[in-house]
T-cell receptor, first 114, second 112 residues
Framework: DGGITQSPKYLFRKEGQNVTLSCEQNLNHDAMYWYRQDPGQGLRLIYY???????QKGDIAEGYSVSREKKESFPLTVTSAQKNPTAFYLC?????????????FGEGSRLTVL | EDKVVQSPLSLVVHEGDTVTLNCSYEVTNFRSLLWYKQEKKAPTFLFMLTSSGIEKKSGRLSSILDKKELSSILNITATQTGDSAIYLCACSGGTSYGKLTFGQGTILTVHP
């Protein structure tokens, strides 16, 4: 079945370490997104990419980096520069053919910094 | 800066009650308002409302867009324990399709 796969589902990291979250989609969607979710704050956009080899910063990009070398993949790296990385991270995709703005989400990755 | 605000932030009801969730927005070049339900992990799409489609209904859920008041409501009638979830409101605007601004979410708890 088509969908978005995020891994790992749970991740623990020591302070000062970088960590990369994987996001793969087989929906043939052009655009992909990374959101961060904290309790009581809804979803906040970290980075998004509308085509391969191109991406833009969202509202809270500091301390994060991404790449988009393949249409199917949009990994997110949480760097040691991110001061408060413990959160739930959601990857999503969409396509202009839907003309709705609807996002399709993965199951999420929960990152805990020890 | 685009802004979406939901209220209440949390709500506790009993099965059979009717609930109304609110969403207000300030979005440049508004295009659509979307409602999602998040039970455990991935949010799932409920409705999309636009200037050309301001009312949607699916079973016990319905939603209305008030373009004048820049707001939307999500109604759930005859609530069930399975309706317990976080309900997210989001808006799209501008030229970047799919780039949504989310509200804080409303946590709905339905007791038996």
């Amino acid at each position: 079945d088509g969908g978005i796969t995020q891994s790992p589902k749970y991740l623990f990291r020591k302070e000062g370490q970088n960590v990369t979250l994987s996001c793969e989609q087989n929906l043939n969607h052009d655009a992909m997104y990374w959101y961060r979710q904290d309790p009581g704050q809804g979803l906040r956009l970290i980075y998004y990419s509308q085509i391969v080899n191109d991406f833009q910063k969202g509202d809270i990009a500091e301390g994060y980096s991404v790449s988009r070398e393949k249409k199917e993949s949009f990994p997110l790296t949480v760097t040691s520069a991110q001061k408060n990385p413990t959160a739930f991270y959601l990857c999503a995709s969409s396509t202009p053919g839907l003309n709705t703005g609807e996002l399709f989400f993965g199951e999420g990755s929960r990152l805990t910094v020890l | 800066e685009d802004k979406v605000v939901q209220s209440p932030l949390s709500l506790v009801v009993h099965e059979g009650d009717t609930v109304t969730l609110n969403c207000s927005y300030e979005v440049t070049n508004f295009r659509s308002l979307l409602w999602y339900k998040q039970e455990k992990k991935a949010p799932t799409f409920l409705f999309m409302l636009t200037s050309s489609g301001i009312e949607k209904k699916s079973g016990r859920l319905s939603s209305i867009l008030d373009k004048k008041e820049l707001s939307s409501i999500l109604n759930i009638t005859a609530t069930q324990t399975g309706d317990s979830a976080i309900y997210l409101c989001a808006c799209s605007g501008g030229t970047s399709y799919g780039k949504l601004t989310f509200g804080q979410g409303t946590i709905l708890t339905v007791h038996p």
